[in-house]
């Protein structure tokens, strides 16, 4: 429901905070000048939203989203996505608007109301640029990645951890889950300051309890896979597919192969993760202390997960995809990817779902091209 601007007024303290990390006025005042005016002001949030409410199009997108912004909140990397589809919808109508880019000055009139508005933009964007995210919303709304998605998710939460169960449902996941879906949840790119969008990708494998709570040896880790055949065969998957040739990270194989076996570890006892937050490193949950006269063989084990050329090369090729399927130059691929994908007939997307079918199929030829 599209209700009219009414603008929230914000704690004192918060506006005195953002006032004084607004930038100063770009026009220099001498002496006696009076203070700038809206119209003397470069691209101000109030010029932006005259000029918004001018467009039907894009006045209905802010409405939209001025009473989306109340009930958003930022989600824990644990909990299930909470921005409705309709929201992000609209924050992607105002991408190419006057409204992103708009400035509240320190000197102008009606402070109050033009970082109204700017807040109301730029709390549904950092939402919206959380590629993490949007996989996530992804998988919500296809019947199959969700059921599957729900079941690690239960299995592998604290009250209910049982490992041995976790990773069941975590290789039972990645097994059937549709490859898209697997990967974008796993290998989503993430702003570098992001650590929100980087602890949701790394909570994807749930390291709580799907990895064991003290590191092990490595060498030992691997001995408790070679005595599962499906682990066995997993590895040796891995070490063929995603074996560097030169010092320039040369695959023995193209990515993508690389890239499914290294999904077909998670679940095994060789289970790999990132490590952080703030980057793409990923490494077995083991260690090399105390192997004597193995050290070697065990830092060889060790570093061909967390040193692997191949393997980061093919994770960040990964990631470069998916942020293109989000870029600008793709016209809404998130809902024409959920329109597509969705396949429960008792599920409707909003109205305005069909004119984006459009872009269905290309997204669909890059997926099957990769």
């Not at 490992?163 to 790119?189: D, I, M, S, Y």
């Not at 590895?235 to 063929?240: E, G």
């Not at 077909?264 to 952080?276: D, E, K």
Request: glycine share 4%; net charge positive; aromatic share 6%.
């Amino acid at each position: 429901m599209v209700r009219p601007l009414n603008p929230r007024p914000l704690p004192p303290v918060v506006l005195m905070l953002l006032l004084l990390l607004l930038p100063p006025s770009p026009l220099p005042l001498a002496a006696g000048d009076p203070l700038p005016t809206e119209s003397r002001l470069m691209n101000s949030c109030l010029q932006a939203r005259r000029k918004c409410q001018a467009d039907p199009t894009c006045s209905a997108a802010y409405h939209h989203l001025d009473s989306c912004t109340s009930s958003i909140s930022t989600p824990l990397p644990s909990e299930e996505p909470s921005v409705p589809a309709d929201c992000l919808e609209a924050a992607q109508q105002l991408r190419n608007s006057s409204l992103i880019g708009c400035m509240c000055h320190r000197r102008m009139k009606n402070q109050v109301a033009c970082l109204d508005i700017y807040w109301t933009v730029h709390r549904a964007r950092s939402l919206d640029s959380d590629l993490c995210l949007k996989f996530a919303m992804l998988c919500t709304l296809n019947d199959k990645c969700d059921r599957l998605r729900k079941a690690y998710g239960e299995a592998c939460s604290a009250p209910h951890c049982q490992r041995h169960v976790c990773l069941r449902q975590l290789l039972t996941f990645f097994e059937k889950a549709a490859e898209p879906h697997a990967q974008g949840l796993l290998l989503c790119p993430c702003a570098p300051n992001d650590r929100g969008c980087g602890e949701r990708r790394r909570n994807t494998i749930a390291p709580n309890c799907a990895l064991p709570p003290v590191a092990p040896n490595c060498l030992e880790l691997r001995r408790l896979c070679f005595s599962d055949p499906l682990c066995r065969s997993r590895l040796v998957d891995f070490q063929t597919h995603c074996h560097p040739m030169d010092i320039l990270g040369t695959c023995a194989t193209e990515q993508s192969r690389c890239l499914r076996a290294y999904l077909g570890l998670i679940g095994t006892a060789m289970t790999p993760n990132f490590v952080s937050n703030v980057n793409t490193s990923v490494a077995l949950s083991c260690t090399c202390r105390g192997s004597g006269n193995l050290q070697e063989e065990c830092e060889q084990l060790e570093g061909f997960f967390s040193h692997n050329p191949c393997l980061t090369e093919a994770i960040a090729a990964k990631m470069r995809f998916h942020s293109q399927l989000f870029s600008q130059d793709w016209p809404h691929p998130t809902f024409a990817v959920m329109a597509h994908q969705n396949e429960n007939p008792a599920v409707r997307l909003q109205p305005w779902v069909p004119s984006l079918f459009s872009c269905t199929l290309p997204l669909i030829l890059l997926l099957s091209l990769w």
